[in-house]
């Protein structure tokens, strides 16, 4: 595996790079991002997961969240955090991958700063959640809100299209649950997170100012974006979508030989 780095954007954002190809693939995280502590442990498992559907010798950098942000978060400011880097520290336009709850700051950031993404990537993502996936959101910020983490994680048991994925999701979770609770993030700054994305305010307008050359690719049956991919790849101009047949949330890990031959593609 190619060297991983890890560290700190803007003092406070936890980044794992690896490669130092000159146009890196900027990646933001998913959720896990802010549920979990981001330890730099945990930002290189992170980035090894990526290596594997990316196309071969993919420079990259993987960002996650603000762990203790001092005001609430909102997407209007995770994406000016990431424009700030951007315009710092990436060759312009920058090409741009979101994952998951990633994916809906990502959007929010190419509809605010069309000129600093030039590429942009939706992994089992869109501008927004689904009714199903607010759903799910409300019910992860109740058990946050009640310090209840095992009935949290419990709730990602059912991600995957393969029964036997999630039992053994189930059967971990039995059998780790205090050192995995013990690796959580703090519920109140989970909490935050959660309801900034139920405050999602990127709307179809917002959409088309986005002027980056745009995949959307997932699974037609996501838990939290289902039916949203196409509303988003209808809004954005010339936006291709590659909806993946039968699949869930869960899509990167179990097609990942196809999520990465898409990737490759289009990168």
Same mark, same amino acid.
């Given at each position: ?46 980035? @090894? ?27 209007? @400011? ?16 920058? =090409?741009?991958? &979101? ?18 993404? @030039? ?33 949290? *994680? ?14 053994? *999701? ?8 205090? =050192? ?13 997170? *959660? ?38 790849? =209808?809004?954005?101009? &010339? ?17 990942? =030989? ?10």
């Amino acid at each position: 595996m190619d060297r991983i780095e890890t560290g700190l954007f803007l003092g406070r954002l936890p980044f794992a790079r690896v490669g130092q190809g000159p146009e890196s693939l900027l990646i933001i995280n998913g959720g896990q991002g802010f549920m979990m502590k981001p330890w730099p442990s945990r930002l290189e498992k992170g980035a @090894g997961r990526l290596i594997r559907i990316l196309p071969p010798n993919t420079s990259f950098v993987l960002i996650g969240y603000d762990p203790a942000p001092k005001a609430d978060p909102s997407l209007e @400011g995770m994406a000016r955090d990431i424009a700030e880097i951007i315009d710092a520290d990436f060759k312009k336009p920058a =090409s741009l991958m &979101g994952i998951s709850y990633g994916g809906v700051v990502a959007t929010q950031l190419a509809a605010r700063y069309p000129d600093l993404v @030039g590429k942009l990537i939706l992994l089992a993502s869109a501008h927004g959640f689904s009714a199903d996936g607010k759903r799910r959101l409300r019910k992860q910020i109740q058990f946050a809100q009640a310090g209840q983490f095992h009935a949290l *994680l419990k709730e990602f048991t059912t991600v995957f299209r393969r029964p036997w994925l999630n039992l053994l *999701l189930r059967l971990r979770l039995r059998f780790e649950a205090r =050192s995995l609770v013990a690796r959580m993030g703090a519920p109140s700054t989970i909490v935050r997170y *959660l309801e900034a994305m139920l405050d999602d305010d990127v709307t179809e307008e917002d959409l088309r100012n986005i002027s980056a050359r745009t995949l959307i690719l997932g699974g037609e049956r996501d838990q939290f974006f289902g039916g949203m991919m196409e509303a988003t790849a =209808s809004a954005i101009s &010339g936006a291709k979508l590659k909806v993946l047949g039968n699949e869930t949330h869960m899509a990167p890990v179990e097609r990942a =030989s196809d999520v990465r031959r898409h990737l490759e593609e289009f990168i």
